[in-house]
């Protein structure tokens, strides 16, 4: 372990130098702002770890504790160090840690408890070894010696492995300030976001936000990445990436929520795991549940993506008749998966519109030309595939994804032939194959044909009044 960077009296003089710069109105003096003043002016209560060879150390102390010899505080402070950092580490033998934490409670002074305790919170995870038995010692030392570390049990119960990281992330909502910030603040200026403490504080965190019913979600979206990711849009600790999708996902699983949150949140999930149509890899530990609300997310987002796109390029009096055909055809749970490719102008507009984290494919010229603004709108509706293209383009429908000349969703790209089924005048009818043009809008003619086949294919009927233009 490398040797602690700040020293506990510069953190604390930080701490009250942002409190007295701070933007936001703060009523009265926090007790933990009280606490930091204090340990200011008195020069701290923690201290570094020297620049040692402890893997040295640990092998001189583990022939002392076996020969049962007394250690003087030095020793002591030495030997919290080479707990769980170090190899040996002296907290795997039982034997061994049981009769170091017995001379950490005789010894005559607090130094070795502060420097058992800085150990302690530094190395702490849920599977170290000695985890109960060291916080026991610690939750009694505490209360001897007080000081800072006094203080922060009192407080929060921060020995309690129980009690202590819950309550330290309520304290982190209640002062909108990270978990490691928190504990620089409450006194542990050695604290930082990589201390294994300040880790279970911000799993507790996530814990209790996935399961918030707070419905202001910009308030949560705000605190997860604060909290819990890097400023780059990454995880904060990686081993906690279940965690961070529950605490994004899970409060969607109930109820309706408007379009911008939605993508507000899923621009957040993308990075932290891509696209799951693209890279479904990354997303094997999250569960189904979880899952299905991206998926679906993601197939409204591709469908408004086609539809706000053609809007703005399409100059036709029969689009609006369009739109709500297949909005009428998403709000009736036909469409299992949607995906979009865009000719260069539709590109420029989605990446303004949506923003660079959105996926969509790019439509390009095959034997056929296509125009700059053309979009093609690809769903798999039951067990068929629909490509629906922009302007004047047609709607193709293959009604078993197993057709031959069937597209596949989720391409990179496509050329405008295989996203087409009859590429001459007029249209196209099979029992497989559909490919009509988008005629007699205003008297909902093409939409009844589309809407019989949907109904064929999936056993669920479309009425007019599910997609009537008004």
Not at 255 to 267: Q, S
Not at 406 to 426: C, M, Q, V, W
Request: glycine residues 6%; contains cysteine; neutral net charge.
């Amino acid at each position: 372990m490398p040797p602690m960077s700040n020293s506990f009296h510069d953190a604390c003089a930080g701490i009250v130098q942002r409190f007295a710069n701070s933007r936001s109105p703060v009523s009265g003096i926090t007790p933990l702002s009280k606490l930091a003043s204090r340990l200011v002016q008195s020069g701290g209560d923690t201290e570094r770890r020297p620049s040692k060879d402890y893997n040295e150390i640990a092998l001189e102390l583990q022939d002392d504790i076996v020969a049962a010899v007394p250690l003087n505080n030095r020793r002591l402070k030495d030997a919290a160090w080479c707990l769980w950092s170090t190899t040996p580490a002296l907290a795997t033998q039982p034997d061994q840690l049981d009769a170091l934490l017995g001379q950490f409670i005789v010894a005559d002074n607090a130094r070795p408890f502060r420097t058992l305790a800085s150990s302690f919170m530094l190395s702490y995870s849920s599977n170290m070894p000695g985890r109960t038995e060291t916080a026991a010692v610690l939750a009694n030392l505490s209360r001897k010696w007080g000081g800072p570390w006094g203080v922060l049990h009192q407080r929060f119960e921060l020995f309690d492995l129980d009690v202590g990281p819950a309550r330290l992330a309520e304290a982190v909502i209640d002062q909108d300030k990270s978990a490691p910030d928190v504990l620089k603040n409450a006194g542990l200026g050695a604290m930082s976001a990589q201390s294994g403490y300040a880790k279970e504080v911000t799993k507790a965190l996530l814990d209790r936000l996935a399961v918030s019913d707070d419905v202001d979600h910009p308030l949560r979206l705000a605190r997860i990445q604060r909290y819990a990711m890097t400023p780059d849009g990454r995880a904060l600790y990686d081993d906690l990436r279940l965690n961070l999708i529950e605490a994004l996902l899970r409060p969607f699983q109930q109820g309706n929520v408007d379009k911008a949150i939605r993508d507000a949140f899923l621009k957040v999930v993308l990075m932290l795991l891509g696209d799951p149509r693209l890279k479904p890899g990354n997303w094997g530990f999250v569960p189904h549940a979880l899952r299905e609300i991206v998926q679906r997310w993601l197939t409204e987002q591709s469908l408004r993506q086609f539809l706000d796109i053609v809007d703005r390029t399409a100059d036709d009096n029969m689009w609006p008749y369009r739109r709500a055909f297949w909005e009428g055809v998403y709000d009736k749970g036909l469409i299992d998966e949607a995906w979009v490719a865009l000719g260069p102008h539709g590109k420029q507009l989605a990446r303004r519109v949506f923003g660079s984290s959105a996926e969509f494919a790019t439509l390009e010229a095959g034997r056929h030309q296509i125009q700059s603004g053309h979009a093609v709108l690809l769903l798999r509706i039951g067990n068929g595939i629909v490509a629906d293209w922009s302007h004047n383009g047609k709607c193709n429908i293959w009604s078993d994804t197993s057709h031959r000349t069937a597209p596949k969703l989720f391409n990179r790209t496509y050329d405008s032939d295989e996203i087409r089924i009859h590429k001459g005048p007029g249209n196209y009818e099979t029992d497989e194959l559909l490919s009509l043009m988008h005629m007699g809008s205003q008297t909902y003619s093409w939409q009844r044909k589309v809407a019989e086949r949907l109904h064929a294919m999936t056993g669920i009927r479309v009425n007019q009044s599910d997609y009537r233009h008004r």
